[in-house]
């Protein structure tokens, strides 16, 4: 039962610091002037730290709840769709891909992989949205910016991963 709660209360922590740097970044200006519905997902850091300490089911009821709450605080339904996408996409691949391949590939790495594909579903919402389908000419560019964004997010898990104490994160 202790485990249990232990479970719940770090699963809790996590989820209101991902909603915490996820409605900071929101606030920042677009990083990327000629797509403004791309950014870094800094609140990534804490799903591939889910997934590394709970596990790929727990990770899900993770990205769902962070968008839902998300949603309630900041709503606005165009952008929720496009978190929801790139959210829901990007854990698909991180997960996938941290269960099929680590630690042969790195966190670096997996985290690069699910920023290229959160940001390309945003792209692909917002053309089918808009109806503008001109606008994957942005791919190469927001996939250029998906790299650095995902090798910043792989850094800082990496460093979560080696610096917080086992005794925070022995939740298996």
């Known amino acids: 039962m202790k485990k249990t709660a232990k479970r719940v209360a770090a699963l809790g922590v996590l989820l209101a610091a991902a909603c915490i740097v996820f409605l900071i970044e929101s606030l920042v200006p677009p990083l990327l002037p000629i797509a403004p519905y791309v950014k870094i997902g800094l609140a990534n850091v804490f799903v591939l730290l889910v997934i590394v300490y ?49 630690p042969r590939v790195s966190l670096v790495s997996v985290s690069i992989c699910g920023a290229i594909v959160s940001n390309i579903a945003r792209v692909s919402v917002v053309v089918l949205l808009m ?28 460093l979560c991963v080696k610096h917080l104490p086992e005794r925070l994160t022995n939740y298996k």
């Open 131 to 158: 109806e503008t389908p001109s606008l994957y000419l942005q791919l190469p560019f927001v996939c250029v910016f998906s790299v650095a964004a995902g090798i910043i997010v792989g850094v800082l898990t990496i």
């Open 54 to 102: 709970f596990g790929a089911g727990q990770a899900f009821l993770f990205v769902v709840a962070k968008n839902l709450l998300t949603a309630l605080i900041a709503w606005s339904g165009f952008a929720f769709m496009l978190n929801l996408a790139g959210s829901l996409c990007a854990y698909f691949v991180m997960a996938g891909l941290y269960a099929a391949v680590f």
